[in-house]
């Protein structure tokens, strides 16, 4: 049995891999064999293993907001009342019911969190937000920033640079 990929010993025929998926998650194992120079076999082998390894988390189709309907996006900086672990745990476990919630990540600096949130309308995000605060969810403080358009977004990881290491 082989072992998973450990990230940190990529080889160049993983991120060959990687960067095509990135790309194009739609390839077909023999149209991504072809393009990095790899067998058939080894090639669906290895995109395996990374699957397995957790370091391909999935396939997913990106979608038009304004062709599905004009949605709102904003930006929101979350500062909680409190900065013990149990109340980042309680933060952390209790956003994850809520959809419209697209993002989150923590944040060192003057901020814990930055999420970012998807509405109908600026009113629909703001009783989202009002229910957020009743929800006991620990926020002391929260900013909105508005997204007015976006420039660049869901662009691939750079896996060029980390070849280089």
Excluded at 14 to 20: A, M, N
Excluded at 111 to 138: N, P
């Amino acid at each position: 049995m082989k072992s998973k990929p450990n990230p940190a010993r990529l080889d160049a025929w993983d991120f060959r891999i990687l960067s095509e998926i990135q790309s194009d998650g739609r390839i077909s194992k023999s149209e991504l064999a072809k393009r990095v120079h790899l067998s058939a076999s080894a090639c669906s082998e290895r995109l395996r293993a990374l699957e397995v390894a957790g370091i391909i988390e999935g396939f997913h189709a990106r979608l038009s907001p304004a062709l599905i309907g004009g949605m709102v996006f904003v930006m929101v900086e979350v500062v909680l009342d409190r900065h013990r672990l149990e109340d980042q745990r309680h933060f952390e476990t209790a956003i994850q019911k809520y959809p419209e919630i697209l993002d989150c990540w923590a944040i060192g600096g003057r901020i814990d969190y930055l999420m970012r949130v998807a509405s109908l309308s600026m009113a629909t995000y703001q009783d989202f937000m009002e229910g957020l605060l009743q929800a006991g969810l620990g926020i002391d403080q929260y900013y909105s920033l508005v997204v007015t358009k976006p420039v660049k977004s869901n662009a691939p990881i750079p896996l060029s640079s980390l070849t280089q290491r």
